[in-house]
T-cell receptor, first 110, second 114 residues
């Protein structure tokens, strides 16, 4: 079975503090992992994916196959980072379905 | 920048009625998807569509649901006889099917079944 778990529904940190949003997955093969973000009143949009190994808006995420995790990190949070963050898994590369986690609502306090 | 569009933004219907949710994917995309999100729950995959046929569907996508690409631009989700539990936000997404498989989402249609 394919499953994505985001243990924190809500996360609140102060501006300038480090942020880590946790994501664990369950899948027997080699999945593609993504982080999607939804800012207030906006649509879901891709933030980053593990295969690109890129940093977007200061966020990074490393795939740890041993721990089956794909945590999202940012060293210094900014107020504009406040949003809903979804971790998602795609079973194989290419145009396949996304399996989403529950989402974490991140609030950055001034 | 091209975007996926969805209409209507909000649909209210009575139980047992048929509804059609409409989506216009990004024009050069070949893969289309429907997802739904019941209030307070996770976004769930319903169906994927490629080359004018369903490529994958979830167990949620039963005989009450159907999808269609009636012309070169629209992609529709039909629910034949709505139930109260069909109330949710329905998202359409499209992808060009490249190796990175990024899916672009529409703004969603909120379906309320009374």
């Amino acid at each position: 079975a394919q499953r994505v778990t985001q243990p924190e529904k809500l996360l609140s940190v102060f501006k300038g503090a480090p942020v880590e949003l946790k994501c664990n997955y369950s899948y027997s093969g080699s999945p593609e992992l993504f982080w999607y973000v939804q800012y207030s009143r906006q649509r879901l949009q891709l933030l980053l994916r593990h295969i690109s190994r890129e940093s977007i808006k200061g966020f990074t995420a490393d795939l740890n196959k041993g721990e089956t995790s794909f945590h999202l990190k940012k060293p210094f949070a900014q107020e504009e980072d406040s949003a809903m963050y979804y971790c998602a898994l795609s079973p194989i590369q290419g145009a396949q379905k996304l399996v989403f986690g529950q989402g974490t609502r991140l609030t950055i306090n001034p | 920048e091209p975007e996926v569009t969805q209409t209507p933004s909000h649909q209210v219907t009575q139980m047992g009625q048929e509804v059609i949710l409409r989506c216009v994917p990004i024009s050069n995309h070949l893969y289309f998807y429907w997802y739904r999100q019941i209030l307070g729950q996770k976004v769930e995959f319903l169906v994927s569509f490629y080359n004018n046929e369903i490529s994958e569907k979830s167990e949620i996508f039963d005989d009450q649901f159907s999808v269609e690409r009636p012309d070169g631009s629209n992609f529709t989700l039909k629910i034949r006889s709505t139930k109260l539990e069909d109330s949710a936000m329905y998202f359409c997404a499209s992808s060009d099917g490249g190796s990175l498989g990024e899916q672009y989402f529409g703004p969603g249609t909120r379906l309320t079944v009374t």
